[in-house]
């Protein structure tokens, strides 16, 4: 096991106090004209649209780029980029322009996107394509009200990914469970200081492995932590109860992007998001109809639809079905493959929205956990992909054993013998993988609050028609700890690594948050895995490589 120079625990506190009052001063404002008086330039400020929840980017590929952003009202999203050279300033303009998918030359691209409005909670995005590979951007994210005023202008930066005459050498992080159990913005400790940390570690990309929010967790503003310490919690109307209405979804997400470490971070690091159970409701499936005496909708399937649209909304999710700027209100669906150069491929899975009820998991027959077209999805995926290698980020593990009352929330079903249930669509996929030759296949997950490195091998397991595999395990960022749990031994799980916090622990001194580093090194020699608290430190180091 290494370690890598990690930020000083105090200095990121003290960064992360200077960030939360630097998020309360506005960024760059288009100014009036020099002659106005104070009155008529302070009505025209009072006028002027701002960014309340930052800008970020996301789905990032070769070629193309998500550029999101939230209005406080109505407005046309604008986008410049300014490509960078190797030292990091800005390319000179040669004299001469090549509209969309331009950069190299100098000149800055220049995008228009759809209006925001509050049919979308005044959140945009614009699809920018044609973009070239391996190249930094600074970008500059605005809006423009229906008077042609500009906004204010929020910035930040990303990179394409690499092309495929490069060596593909890129790195990245990942982590589930934000702002859970109650634990939501605390600015005595710093707010979500786990972001920041991510973030020190300069990452091509970051991936987040579901439960971006927990609609069903009410944040309060003090709740006593297992020590007795009191955590106090920044607090909005919005997630003072379980979310039920549209606007209390929402506002889930806007309040986690209050906090300064996020922001900052998903404005220099693109995102790729997928969901899991607490964008609705605590282990949902289809059809449920809840007895939570909290809710007074009690129908999933209503909460869930609220729940996806939010979701979708605040994500800077690639649009699949119009690939084209400034397309529709919502993706066609959640799963997804980013192609990230010759050396990487992202296949994001979506292990919800067809997941069957949490019964105890002995059924004989396959049970829903992808669907069918999910599943032929992914196996022509793999199959299909040139890239050395196949990272697929679920939102579930699996074979962690993850009880919910007399069922099963998990893939798992705690028998140990023969697959059953939801075990049968696992392993299709992983002898799916086997036939068609699909090799260097590593699973990246979270949802169980701590982190942990499996080794899946036949050698060891009841099923056996599967190639050795690896799942890491990461999480959480910002919510209560707790685990380890018991394994499922069906598919032949070794447990190289597991560390957990205290049970129900808070985030507060980072010991017990956790989140991975991955480091494709250049021609994708080796595939390098870091769990990392949220202090910086390395817990456990891996360096896989690759089968020919």
Known sequence: MENHPAPNRRTLLKGAAAAALASTLPTTLTTGPAAASPAVSARRAAARLTLPSGIQTGDVTSHSAVLWSRASGEGRLQAVLHALDADG?????????????????????????????ADTDFTARIQARGLPSGTAFDLELSFEDEHGRRSELGTGRFSTAPGRRSDGAQSFVWTADTAGQGYGINPDVG??????????FDPDFFLHAGDTVYADGPIAE????????LWRNVVTDEVA??????REFRGRHSYNLMDANVRAMYAQVPVIATWDDHETTNNWWAGEVLT????????????????RRAWQEYQPIADHRAMSRGSGLEPARIYRRIERGPQLDVFVLDMRTHK???????????????????????????RTSKATWKVILADLPLGI????????????????????GRELELARLLSGIKRQGSRNVVFLTGDVHYCAAHHYSPERAR??????????????????SFGPNEMDHTFGPHVDFQKAGPAMGSPRDGAGQFFGRVQVAPGGEEFTVELIDANGQVQYTRTLTPER
């Open 89 to 117: 300033d800005r390319v000179r303009s040669r004299g001469r322009r090549r509209g969309h998918g331009a950069g190299r030359d100098g000149e800055p691209i220049r995008l228009r996107g759809p209006w925001a409005t």
């Open 191 to 200: 707010g979500m200081f786990g972001y920041e940390t991510m973030r020190s």
């Open 222 to 229: 003090t709740m006593t932590e297992p020590d007795g310490t």
């Open 241 to 246: 109860k379980v979310a039920e209405t549209l």
């Open 292 to 307: 939570d005496e909290r809710y007074t909708v009690r129908d999933v399937d209503t909460l869930a639809a609220r729940g």
């Open 356 to 382: 069957g009820e949490n019964t105890d998991g002995m059924e004989p027959h396959a049970t829903a956990l992808l669907g069918e077209e999910q599943l032929e999805w992914l196996l022509r995926g793999l």
């Open 401 to 420: 054993i993850v009880p919910d009352g007399k069922g099963q929330e998990s893939i798992s079903n705690a028998d140990h013998g023969q697959p059953l």
């Open 463 to 480: 099923f056996t028609d599967f190639h050795p595999f690896w799942e890491f395990v990461a999480g959480p960022i910002n919510a209560g």
